[in-house]
């Protein structure tokens, strides 16, 4: 069982940053695909980044791609978002999660483990 754990959320103005962390536990970390969704008050839940287990390969959605870059460190058992530019429109509850398949995964269903999530909050 893996638990995931996020941190780094707050409060933000339009054009700030923010950089998310997510540690894991109970698994070995360099086995999974991790990755990032977010919801917003609302909406569905939305894929935002992933990367492979290697860290050498990551994919993002339009809507955040050139802003936000997903980083790993496997010696840390973490991954990391960081987000830049932001906009009002990014204000949501960012959750991280972990798949054991391969490649990058863009639906929920396709992670196996989620953590609680982190708020961010974008003001304008």
């Known amino acids: 069982q893996v638990q995931l754990v996020e941190s780094g959320g707050g409060l933000v103005q339009a054009g700030g940053s923010l950089r998310l962390s997510c540690a894991a536990s109970?698994?070995?970390?360099?086995?999974?695909?991790m990755g990032w969704f977010r919801q917003a008050p609302g909406k569905e839940r939305e894929f935002v980044a992933a990367i492979i287990r290697s860290g050498g390969n990551a994919r993002y959605a339009d809507s955040v791609k050139d802003r936000f870059a997903i980083s790993r460190d496997n010696a840390k058992n973490t991954v990391y978002l960081r987000m830049n530019s932001l906009k009002p429109e990014d204000t949501a509850v960012y959750y991280c999660v972990a798949s054991q398949r391969w490649g990058t995964p863009v639906t929920i269903g396709e992670y196996d483990y989620r953590g609680q999530g982190t708020q961010v909050t974008v003001s304008s």
């Open positions: 109970g698994g070995t970390f360099s086995r999974y695909t």
